[in-house]
Nanobody
Framework: QVQLVQSGGGLVQAGDSLRLSCAAS????????MGWFRQAPGKDRDIVAV????????YYADSVKGRFTISRDNAKSTVYLQMSSLKPEDTAVYYC???????????????WGQGTQVTVSS
C-alpha cells in the first residue's frame, strides 16, 4: 500500500520561509519522480515543482522560480519543498505526488499525499 505522508505547512507572514516534507512508503521511491502541486479555493490544482528520480532534473512554475526549492533524499524516501519569500498568493493546499516520470500535469501522477494548508498573511 502506497502512502505519501506530508508534514509542515501552517500560517506564516509574507516574506517568511517554510518547508514541506513528504515521506513515501510502499513504492520504489528511488525510481519515482516527485511533484508538488497546490490548489487555492475555487481554482485548479497546479504544478509547483517537479524533481526526477535522481534529483538531476527539476522544474519550477514561473510563479515560484527563485523562491522555492524542491529536493529529495532517496535514503529517507522523502521529498521536500523549501519555500522562501512567501507571498499571500502562495496561500493554498499543497500536495505531493509520485509518478513514473517527471511531469507537470496532475494526470501523470499515480499517488497523492493528504494535502497540507499553507496560509501566508500580508
Amino acid at each position: 500500500q502506497v502512502q505519501l505522508v506530508q508534514s509542515g505547512g501552517g500560517l506564516v507572514q509574507a516574506g517568511d520561509s517554510l518547508r514541506l516534507s513528504c515521506a513515501a512508503s510502499g513504492l520504489t521511491f528511488g525510481s519515482s519522480a516527485m511533484g508538488w502541486f497546490r490548489q487555492a479555493p475555487g481554482k485548479d490544482r497546479d504544478i509547483v515543482a517537479v524533481i526526477n528520480w535522481s534529483g538531476g532534473y527539476t522544474y519550477y512554475a514561473d510563479s515560484v522560480k527563485g523562491r522555492f526549492t524542491i529536493s529529495r533524499d532517496n535514503a529517507k524516501s522523502t521529498v521536500y519543498l523549501q519555500m522562501s519569500s512567501l507571498k499571500p498568493e502562495d496561500t493554498a493546499v499543497y500536495y505531493c505526488a509520485a509518478s513514473r516520470r517527471a511531469a507537470v500535469t496532475t494526470d501523470a501522477y499515480d499517488y497523492w499525499g493528504q494535502g497540507t494548508q499553507v496560509t501566508v498573511s500580508s
